[in-house]
């Protein structure tokens, strides 16, 4: 038998994002805390309905400490919605930090920055190196980057932006900017891994600046920006080794990034967790 809905008390709404709602809940058997996110299906097309059960299902397999833990899925006909519990994240997500720093005009530490570019590498490396297929996030980006209450991180919303993007296509373009677009997906060609190192070295900078290295007031300036590759460095306070390694992440040149594993392995990386542990 499979969970159901009243096995878990609703503690409250944490937020609405591009494709459904989030809520603290508690799981009374045991009393532990959990998110769970609320995904609409009924007007969803056959195939996507598919595709969404298979999504999930590749969720549930990814268990790496980096990674949001999957806990469970609720399937409710009746409202026609999709439940899927998960570990919860304490400490937020970065986009709270981003914010705050633009606010107060503060700046990060430089081990912060290391330590988040390290950890989701890490998070990417279990999923694009899966042995059951080769998984992508599509969806880098701030509000998916979580702390849990130890400062570990923890990459969220796996895959899921897949289903959901040609689901919502329209409404998804038109809700967020797509500022960590890399250029070859703005040319055209496919998602791939390397995509997905673009968005995180997007990542990384935005950490540094408070605002991603590329911006425009509409998507034709952004997307011509973000052909064109010029930002600016990050703020001085911020080491050579540090700017050259988001360098790296953001060549316009998909072929020219590091793969995953090449990051995790980078002797910058390597000494700074040395220096930092
Ligand atoms: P978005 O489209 O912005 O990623 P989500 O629907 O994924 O929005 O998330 C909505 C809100 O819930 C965000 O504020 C996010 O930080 C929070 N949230 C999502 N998942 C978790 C989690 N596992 N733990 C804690 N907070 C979460
Ligand atoms: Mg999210």
């Avoid at 055209?188 to 968005?199: A, L, P, V």
């Avoid at 950490?207 to 460095?233: H, Q, V």
């Amino acid at each position: 038998v499979g969970a159901k809905l009243e096995d878990y008390e609703v503690l409250g709404v944490i937020g609405t994002g591009t494709f459904g709602t989030c809520y603290k809940v508690k799981k009374k058997s045991s009393g532990h805390l959990y998110v769970w996110k609320a995904i609409k299906y009924g007007s969803m097309k056959e195939d996507k309905k598919q595709l969404l059960v298979s999504e999930v299902n590749l969720l549930s397999q990814l268990k790496h400490p980096n990674i949001v833990r999957y806990h469970d899925r609720i399937i409710h006909k009746e409202s026609a919605t999709l439940y899927i519990v998960m570990e919860c994240c304490e400490g937020g997500d970065l986009s709270l930090i981003i914010n705050k720093c633009k606010r107060t005009k503060c700046l990060v530490t430089e081990a912060f920055v290391w330590h988040v570019l390290y950890q989701t590498a890490r998070a990417l490396q279990a999923c694009h190196w899966h042995h059951s297929a080769t998984i992508l996030h599509r969806d880098i980006k701030p509000a998916n980057v979580f702390l849990d209450s130890s400062g570990n991180v923890k990459l969220g919303d796996f895959g899921l932006a897949r289903v959901l993007e040609s689901e919502s296509g329209y409404a998804h373009t038109i809700v967020g900017t797509p500022y960590y677009m890399s250029p070859e997906v703005i040319k055209g060609s496919k998602y791939n891994r390397m995509s997905d190192i673009w968005s995180l070295g997007c990542l990384a900078y935005e950490l540094c600046t408070s605002s991603p290295p590329f911006t425009g007031s509409n998507i034709k300036e952004l997307a011509r920006k973000i052909l064109d590759g010029r930002y600016d460095r990050i703020p001085d306070y911020y080491s050579d080794d540090l700017n050259s390694f988001i360098n790296l992440l953001l060549n316009t040149d998909q072929e020219k990034r590091p793969p995953v594993e090449d990051i995790t392995h980078h002797p910058s990386l390597v000494s700074q967790l040395a220096t930092n542990s």
